[in-house]
């Protein structure tokens, strides 16, 4: 059988693709959550897992399982050990370029989707019977879905509900409320250099530590 699963981030759009697989309006009972580690996740993100998102999915009967990134050794790796790691010489984590355009960088597939994509291969997901993926893009951001099969992990055939639905963000933060959840932040790492300057004030306002931490990371500071 086909797997089935949402990539769930803890954010506005894959959230409100849990309230709609337990209101039985798209099909799966599986959510997967790549956890780049306690320390680089935004702890609100973290708080909203635990606190909202894993008791809302058991409520409706549906898998939402955190992954995270395992070494050889069968040690947990989290992007900011890797970042803060001694004798590291690249650079995970984007960087911004000369004119503004983020950079390359590994974090995304190293952390998220390669990690998710070894939890569907141990569910069987295989090149001739590839998993289902939906991802949570809103309508106001399509220019970031890329539909089929994923060529990097041809075991993963990735889908839109959000798309298909024709829902933005807003309906998105609509969906959730009116199901009675408390709509989430913006997921991502504390430190990610895709931050606005309107993210950064907050969180220099909100978590002044993190902030801190942040800076002493051996990640960039992005342009502004
Ligand atoms: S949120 Fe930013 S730093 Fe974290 S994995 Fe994604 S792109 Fe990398």
């Not at 769930?8 to 780049?36: E, M, P």
């Not at 580690?37 to 998102?53: K, N, R």
């Not at 220019?143 to 298909?164: I, N, S, T």
């Amino acid at each position: 059988m086909t797997v089935r699963s949402v990539s769930y981030g803890a954010g506005v759009q894959s959230t409100a693709l849990l309230v709609l697989a337990a209101q039985q309006k798209i099909d799966f009972d599986l959510f997967l959550f790549a956890n780049v580690g306690d320390d680089s996740e935004h702890p609100d993100s973290l708080a909203y897992m635990t606190d909202v998102a894993v008791p809302y999915a058991a409520a409706h009967g549906i898998e939402l399982v955190a992954l995270h990134k395992v070494k050889r050794d069968g040690t947990k790796e989290t992007l900011m050990g890797r970042l803060m790691k001694e004798g590291s010489r690249s650079l995970p984590i984007p960087v911004r370029m000369s004119n503004g355009a983020p950079g390359s960088r590994s974090c995304t597939a190293d952390f998220k989707i390669r990690v998710i994509a070894k939890e569907l291969k141990r569910r069987g997901a295989t090149v001739a019977d590839p998993a289902t993926v939906a991802l949570g893009i809103s309508v106001d951001e399509i220019e970031r879905a890329k539909p089929g099969l994923d060529e990097r992990m041809p075991y993963q055939f990735r889908v839109y509900p959000l798309l298909d639905l024709g829902l933005t963000r807003a309906d998105c933060k609509r969906i959730i409320a009116e199901a009675g959840l408390p709509v989430p932040g913006k997921s991502a790492c504390f430190f990610c250099p895709f931050h606005d300057k309107h993210a950064w004030a907050n969180l220099a306002r909100e978590s002044p530590d993190l902030f801190q931490v942040r800076r002493q990371a051996r990640g960039p500071v992005p342009c502004g």
